[in-house]
């Protein structure tokens, strides 16, 4: 039998807890069945007047311009739950509190739909007292007083550093520590996406973003990394301007995530079997790994206060998910106003040929698409065939030659000048760092100001060169499409033969010196033989389109539009399979 009722008016001025009341204030965990979750008290308060047991609830709004709640809108209310959040297990609707008049009537459908999902008692909380009317979503209620609901899941692939969390008192985050039973590693805490819904003002809204550990947050302390790094410095005083954008603008922070300390080219030496590579690999392994993460934001911002820059003149937003409408869509509200509301052309340097055949029938379908025909130029021959007058003579690889290292490692190396000399200062000798890092640190330090003047002049020269040559900005809307290296298989327990030294401009260089968007697309996958269990499974095979500053949503577009005309997969699957 379902019990209604109504709920009075509570005073809008209800103290807040005391000191004493602390505890009630704390996050509380608890289970239903195997999965977890924990309650946090809102930042208003919000009460039922009905038991606390079973202590779970959904709000339901019921619009203004009905009077009763009939059997099939109410199934839709449910389904739409149940579509948007994957949160909200049935027993949330143990009770329920919907917020109209409380003259609103139910039809007997209505009654017989709630006590079929197991409903014990409804409530009707009057909209015309907004102090009692909780926003619609799922609660858990203590002492009469609902709380949030959040998800926990265990972080396994172990790409989170910290988990985050809202803390109890103000509007920063708190690192999130929570032992349970049966999750041996790190734990994160997820918010229903019926918490914070889109809306005009906050379009993200419901959106999960993990953080690289680059970017300050307010409270946290940031550490790319290194221990050594993190034992020098206390926690930011304030979060990042890019980070505190999206905040703003609805989405909730999750954590931050793991990366090659001091963003080099170090390995991560951790469990596991394959590299992950590249200095953002925790964000990529936590949206590759988790169904429960949106987004990951890596660094390659806009804006830049409060990030630990690397190569401050070049570095570039980047960012991680799992489809290309995703992606455009996050791009479209974080970048904001940073961007304007063909023919390609095409380098390639692989040597695997099944890999080659992958990207070659990409190609086909990215003709058909754009209804144009590509033209494969490599940039060394279009050099020698049209060079820059400052070359004097000279072949791009040996005018570019030290170039890459001499500017952004040098600058890279020198951003972090302060922290060794704060560190040797503080502890009486030098921080510990990896073996690559050290060895990069140590060539690093002998490259002059006047080498790293020559490498600024020339990469001027090639940025021009290749905005007028290549891009062809104001007569061509030219996109280049380039690889994603040249793949081989990758183990951890396997040394690297060098430590990464470039030599003139690699791939993953060339949109942050043209300061241009580029969209990396999975396309497809090769075989190859698992040493670690002798079978046989698949590489993903990726490429990236890069095209003028301010085409970044066009080139999402170009690209969705391939993969559906060509009935190509658009999106990735946070599994071991890449495809659906």
Request: neutral net charge; contains cysteine.
């Amino acid at each position: 039998m379902i019990i209604p009722s109504s709920t009075q008016a509570y005073p809008a001025n209800l103290r807040r807890a005391t000191h004493s009341q602390i505890n009630t204030m704390l996050p509380k965990p608890f289970s239903i069945g195997p999965a977890h979750f924990v309650a946090l008290r809102p930042a208003k308060d919000f009460f039922t007047l009905r038991p606390s047991l079973p202590p779970y609830v959904t709000v339901i709004h019921v619009n203004d311009d009905r009077t009763c709640v009939e059997e099939g809108r109410l199934k839709g209310n449910i389904a739409k739950y149940e579509e948007l959040d994957d949160v909200v297990p049935v027993d949330f609707l143990s009770g329920v509190i919907f917020t109209r008049s409380p003259k609103t009537e139910f039809t007997p459908g209505a009654y017989q739909l709630l006590q079929s999902l197991g409903t014990k008692w409804i409530e009707v909380a009057d909209t015309a007292h907004p102090a009692s009317s909780a926003p619609p979503g799922i609660y858990y209620v203590i002492d009469k007083q609902l709380h949030d609901i959040w998800s926990i899941y265990e972080g396994s692939r172990g790409a989170f550093l910290t988990a985050l969390f809202p803390a109890w008192m103000g509007d920063c985050l708190s690192i999130f520590v929570l032992i349970l039973k049966n999750m041996q590693t790190i734990v994160v805490a997820v918010p229903s996406r019926l918490l914070t819904t889109a809306t005009a003002s906050q379009p993200l809204g419901g959106w999960r973003v993990a953080v690289k550990d680059i970017f300050r947050i307010e409270g946290v302390k940031t550490s790319v990394c290194n221990r050594a790094s993190y034992g020098l410095y206390p926690p930011a005083s304030q979060t990042a301007a890019c980070i505190k954008l999206l905040e703003e603008k609805g989405a909730r922070i999750l954590g931050t995530t793991k990366l090659a300390a001091f963003a080099a080219t170090e390995e991560p030496i951790e469990y596991g079997y394959h590299s992950r590579a590249g200095s953002s690999s925790g964000g990529g392994v936590a949206v590759a790994s988790y169904q429960w993460v949106d987004i990951a934001v890596g660094s390659d911002m806009l804006p830049v206060e409060g990030y630990l820059p690397s190569f401050e003149q070049s570095d570039m937003p980047t960012f991680f998910s799992r489809t290309v409408e995703i992606c455009k869509e996050f791009a479209k509200h974080w970048y904001v106003d940073k961007l304007p509301h063909s023919k390609p052309s095409y380098m390639s340097f692989i040597t695997n040929m099944e890999h080659l055949k992958v990207i070659e029938n990409f190609v086909a379908d990215l003709e058909k698409s754009m209804r144009v025909n590509t033209t494969e130029s490599p940039s060394t021959e279009l050099w020698d065939s049209d060079p820059p007058e400052h070359a004097k003579g000279q072949s791009l690889q040996e005018y570019m030659k030290d170039v890459g290292r001499n500017f952004f490692f040098h600058d890279d190396y020198h951003n972090f000048d302060e922290f060794r000399e704060n560190y040797q200062r503080v502890f009486k000798k030098t921080p510990y760092v990896s073996p690559p890092v050290r060895w990069q640190w140590n060539l690093l330090a002998r490259i002059t100001k006047e080498e790293r003047g020559i490498a600024v002049q020339r990469l001027s020269v090639y940025e021009k060169w290749c905005s007028e040559k290549i891009l062809q900005i104001g007569t061509h809307n030219t996109i280049i499409l380039t690889p994603i290296e040249n793949m081989t298989p990758r183990y951890r327990d396997e040394p690297p033969g060098r430590y990464f030294n470039p030599v003139g401009v690699p791939m993953l260089f060339v949109a942050p010196i043209l300061k241009a968007p580029e969209f990396t697309v999975p396309i497809g996958e090769i075989p190859f033989l698992f040493k670690v269990t002798g079978n046989v499974e698949q590489r993903p095979v990726a490429v990236s389109l890069l095209g003028a500053p301010g085409r970044d949503l066009e080139l999402m577009d170009i690209a969705r539009d391939c993969l559906v005309q060509a009935g190509r997969p658009n999106c990735v699957l946070a599994s071991a399979k890449l495809f659906p």
